[in-house]
């Protein structure tokens, strides 16, 4: 056994169990040790963006962290975006990062870099394995750190000299860590707050909004608590049979403008909503002026505890609101917008389905329609890093390979992360891809606006439009693998989606609107 055998068996045995990998010279031992555990599945990405976007999909699915395998300093640095979505969804992930041998650095070859400092700001913990001995407890050590609570990526630096040389003693077993419940004086502060506020919210995020959690936040809707929930989480079911909360306005202006009265802010599993960028003589914090705010559930807290006390410190009912399936009655013709796609989407979605949205201005249209379609997950854009919602896709198809995935894209968005469509078709993973094609940066246009940076002339266009040439979506899907349509009408596509969901494996749909 070599540090590179350790590493995988500990790795295994601590139930992390896929790779997105794009590996370099530096880590061909890890490669070569693939061959030894075939519990260990790797996923070949041509792109680190699309590695570490594919971790973040399979962790927030699988509850359980994957690994990304990259090519010392440059490669990590290729997979940063990705990553700071996954820190902001508090993905577990466990990165490993070769790097040149110990006794090669101080030559300063071509690739050699500060691996260390570059992890730093998107890792929550962060060790390199000088020496062979080390790396499985490291490995043990990295993937309990990356379950926090509230986890995050980890970054696991080994050396070529720590993978090739021998290495002694079994798997190391990490000690999963447990969330603890809020403290009790925290649950009696906000249920006397929540008593005596004229117009009380819960404000829910991470944790508090996952399936177990919002049965208890439903209690609250029903004893009179107005529940929302951030504006981007990590993962949400929605649909049929459960309770939605309105969602926090993502425009500064139209979430105070929605919340004027509030009196009481109530955290579970978040903290205090701001604004996502600052604009011209509008405020940062979104939380209106002498609204009094606590924190029932840190990030790192039991929020379903902290909910379900809550809920029974006010004598909430046992049960609260559930949304009522309720799908479009015809399939929607004329013109194609994103509203009459969101209507196919939810006549044809089968229940169980996983929603990657990287939608960005079209999202709206389909989160509309689906609210009350067949029960389903959604996982958004946590850290606004465009170009997510191809690899998200990629991870949350491994981690659930029963389960239909939709990856919805701006047509923007989909550019960062194009290659993602060939590791789709190479691993035959069941995927509908959608890319809403308006060949513009729309958001952009949004915000020249509100910016107040005035109207786009002739050179602010060039970096604002997608088009002279328009891409040619369906062209560039098929020459890396996958089906291809082009949809101009609603009718169309009506008739390519659901054509898409009565089949297995990967399917790319162009949407013009």
Known sequence: MNGADALIATLV???????????????????????????????LCQFEGVATGAADGYGRIADKPACTLLHLGPGYGNGVANLHNARRAFTPIVNVIGDHATYHRQYDAPLNSDIATLVKPNSIWAKSADTPDTVASLAAEAVAASYGP?????????????????????????????????????????????KGAKKPVVLLGGQAVRAEALKQAARL???????YSDTFVARQPRGAGGFLPKKMQYFGEM?????????????????MPVAFFAYPNRPSVLVPEDCQTLTLAERSEDAVAGLAALADALGAPKE????????????????????????????????????????????????ANTAT?????????????????????????????DRKVLSLNGDGSAMYTVQALWT?????????????????????????????????????????D?????????????????????????EEFEKAFAGAMGQRGPMFIEAKI
């Open 424 to 464: 789709m078709a190479r691993e035959n993973l069941d995927i509908t891809v959608v890319v809403f094609a308006n060949y513009t940066y729309r958001i952009l246009n949004i915000e020249m606006q509100r910016t107040g940076a005035g109207e786009a002339g002739p050179s602010a266009r060039k970096l604002l």
């Open 373 to 401: 379609a067949r029960p389903h997950d959604v996982l958004a854009l946590t850290g606004g890093a465009i170009g997510i919602g191809l690899p998200l896709a990629i991870g949350a198809a491994v981690a659930a390979p």
């Open 13 to 43: 045995a601590n139930e992390v169990t896929a790779c997105f990998a794009n590996p370099g010279t530096s880590e061909m031992q890890f490669v070569a040790a693939l061959d030894g555990v075939p519990a260990m599945r790797p996923v």
């Open 221 to 227: 809707e029903a004893a009179g608590v107005t529940v």
């Open 466 to 490: 997608l088009g002279e040439p328009n891409i040619d979506f369906v062209a560039v899907a098929k020459g890396l693998g996958l089906p291809a349509v082009s949809c101009a009408t609603a």
């Open 320 to 367: 609260g609101p559930s949304q009522v399936l309720a799908l479009p009655d015809a399939a929607p013709t004329g013109k194609q917008t994103a509203y009459t796609i969101g209507a196919s989407i939810a006549r044809h979605m089968p229940e169980g389905a996983i929603i990657c949205d990287d939608a960005v201005t079209s999202g709206a249209g389909i989160a």
């Open 255 to 271: 979430a105070l403008a929605e919340l004027e009265g509030v009196d009481l802010m109530v955290y579970a599993g978040t903290t």
């Open 150 to 194: 509230p986890g995050g990526p980890v970054s696991l630096i080994l050396p070529a000299d720590a993978a090739w040389l021998p290495a002694q003693g079994e798997p190391v077993i990490a000690q999963k860590p447990a969330r603890a419940a809020p403290a009790a004086s925290a649950v009696d502060a906000a249920a006397k707050a929540i």
